[in-house]
Structure formats: C-alpha cells, structure tokens
C-alpha cells in the first residue's frame, strides 16, 4: 500500500479525526485542565455515584488499568473522592468533589463548543448522517474494542 492509498483509509481517517477531536476538545477545555476521558469519567461519576472503577471503564470504555491513573490524577486534583464500600472494604468507590461537581458544570459549554467546532465544516445534514454512521461503526464493532462499552441501566 502506498501512503496516498493509506491516507484514504478508514482506520487512518477515524485516528486522524481523534486528533482533532482531542485537539480541539484540549483548546476549548483549556481553562479547565480536563482531558476528554476525564471529564467523561466526571460526567460518568455524577450520573452514579458510588459507582467503583470497574463499571465506570465500561461505562465510559476506556481501558481500566488507565483509567486507574485517570482517577489518580483526578483525585490529586480534589474533583474525585474514593471511598471505601460499606459492602465489601477493598472495593472503592466515587463521588465527585463539589469542586468536581462545579468544574463538569462550568465545564459544559466549552465541551458543547468543542462539539460544535469538530463539525462545523460540515452541512447539518451532513452531521445528523457522519454521527449516524458512526454510532452504527461503533455500535456493531463495540465488541471488538479492547475496552467495549457496557452501559448498565
């Protein structure tokens, strides 16, 4: 294969567009000093707490043993609180900080302007149809992930 036959394949494409997405979702969150992945594990965290680390990497399908340093730094930070479960004292659980609580909600609008900002060169229409398809691509290869998404009612 030759890099111009490269360059217009799937795999380059959608890593290509991760980059831009996480450059795009860096300069916006900037003021906030969240990665993407940590502000999905704060979002995730609010919706449940008390949720331990394990079902929070495949909530947010993210590899657990990073997730791990994720919520370390997290933790450093105040925005994160594990604690110990009333069930069984080697499982820990989450809740966000009120300081976390208040940087996810601040947070928010740069996130959705990031959004905004990864498909502004497209046609609204053009939008609803590349997240269609790219919900189904990641939809019918979920299991193919090393960290497939499980999302729990």
């Not at 300069?27 to 609010?46: G, H, K």
Request: glycine share 4%.
């Amino acid at each position: 294969m030759r890099l111009k036959d490269l360059q217009t394949q799937p795999g380059h494409l959608i890593r290509r567009a991760q980059q831009i997405a996480v450059a795009i979702f860096m300069e916006e969150c900037a003021a906030f000093d969240l990665t993407p992945v940590q502000y999905a594990s704060m979002v995730a965290i609010r919706e449940q707490t008390g949720i331990d680390a394990t079902r929070l990497s495949a909530q947010i399908a993210f590899d657990r043993s990073t997730l791990g340093n994720v919520l370390e730094r997290l933790e450093a930070r105040g925005l994160v609180q594990r604690y110990s479960s009333p069930g069984d004292k080697r499982v820990k659980l989450l809740k966000l900080t009120p300081q976390g609580a208040a940087i996810v909600q601040r947070a928010q609008d740069a996130v959705m302007r990031a959004q905004d900002r990864m498909l502004a060169p497209l046609a609204a229409k053009d939008r609803r149809v590349l997240l269609a398809l790219l919900a189904q691509l990641v939809e019918t290869n979920n299991d193919a992930s090393r960290a497939p998404q499980r999302l729990t009612a």
